[in-house]
């Protein structure tokens, strides 16, 4: 496993979110759109890729959501991969870079569907009120985590 950091003009990148984008256009079903709208990838500076042997196979990213707080974008782990701490790898190395920018706080949103993001966000996140664009969103679960 190695992890790289890189801007979301990265071609590897690119290429998962694709593909993360076609999972959740099956996944959100009719709410897609919805979501789809906060999720664009241009001017992310701060991506982080896993690669497993020489193939890019997980991404995240993080976006200043405040002037104390980052949120978590764009996760991702191919779905043959899963299952082996790829996601938890990635988001301990985007907490960490937080952390080095001078964040105190890590934020994410995730649909209530995506049970396997959520069960890794409950390892090391606390639930919170949905903030921004998902307040009031029944179908979205928001996270929260303060950075040491």
């Avoid at 690119?14 to 789809?36: C, P, S």
């Avoid at 301990?92 to 934020?107: D, N, Q, T």
């Avoid at 993001?117 to 985590?145: H, W």
Wanted: negative net charge; proline residues 2%; glycine residues 8%.
């Amino acid at each position: 496993m190695k992890l790289i950091r890189t801007t979301s003009e990265n071609r590897d990148f690119i290429q998962l979110v694709k593909m993360l984008d076609e999972y959740l256009a099956f996944m959100d079903g009719e709410d897609h759109a919805f979501y789809d709208q906060f999720n664009g990838i241009d001017m992310l500076k701060h991506c982080v890729l896993l690669y497993d042997e020489e193939n890019a196979v997980g991404c995240g990213a993080i976006k200043p959501y405040s002037e104390k707080s980052v949120e978590v974008k764009r996760m991702f782990v191919i779905p043959e991969f899963r299952g082996k701490g790829f996601a938890s790898a990635l988001l301990s190395e985007l907490e960490k870079w937080a952390a080095e920018l001078g964040f105190g706080r890590v934020i994410l949103e995730t649909g209530i569907g995506q049970t396997e993001a959520i069960r890794l966000y409950e390892k090391t996140y606390r639930r919170t009120e949905n903030y921004g664009p998902y307040a009031g969103v029944e179908n979205s679960l928001c996270f929260e985590k303060e950075l040491k």
